[in-house]
């Protein structure tokens, strides 16, 4: 395919995906869950230390717990699968505090952030969730205390297609040095 081309469809995947918060009941294929899995793989990562690590949650008990622990988001429980991204402290500390503060956190977000293009790409809806108690999503997942869950992403197909949202300007997004 022409390189134009690649750029046209990835952008419009781009321009499409939405925060979905309604998700009906059904399931995700495992050739499905494996293209996530492999877009979280192949992002790039500070060093290639890869540190981060991701659980994918369908049992709906969990969903439940990690739906509370984020300020009763009940929307996490209703998906089909939630996942929890997390830093490796462990392999972060390679960088030092820096590793650790933003490095580390870098790898998990550019992971979730092929894993949901991805998702839209095979018609699945995601959300970005921040806001959850660390600690509360720490005792649920009995993570290892070199873990640190940084973001929960509900994902399943949409009930319903939320119009765009408004953009900032190219003038007020970027900044133009000659």
Not at 27 to 38: F, H, Q, W
Not at 124 to 149: C, H, Q
Not at 160 to 176: C, D, G, L, Y
Request: hydrophobic residues 45%.
């Amino acid at each position: 395919m022409h390189p134009q081309g690649v750029y046209i469809d990835i952008l419009h995947i781009i321009k499409n995906r939405r925060s979905i918060r309604n998700f009906t009941d059904r399931k995700i294929s495992d050739e499905t869950i494996d293209a996530l899995i492999e877009a979280i793989r192949w992002a790039p990562s500070a060093g290639n230390l890869q540190s981060r690590k991701f659980y994918f949650v369908f049992d709906n008990d969990l969903k439940r717990m990690l739906a509370k622990a984020a300020w009763n988001q009940d929307f996490i429980a209703k998906a089909q699968l939630a996942v929890v991204g997390c830093i490796n402290l462990q392999i972060a500390r390679k960088y030092g505090d820096r590793g650790i503060e933003l490095y580390g956190i870098q790898d998990v977000s550019a992971s979730i952030m092929n894993m949901v293009l991805v998702a839209q790409d095979l018609g699945l809806g995601t959300v970005w969730v921040g806001a959850f108690d660390e600690s509360a999503v720490v005792k649920i997942m009995n993570l290892p205390d070199y873990l640190r869950p940084v973001a929960l992403i509900p994902i399943g197909y949409p009930a319903k297609m939320p119009k765009p949202t408004p953009r900032i300007s190219k003038n007020e997004a970027v900044v133009f040095i000659r």
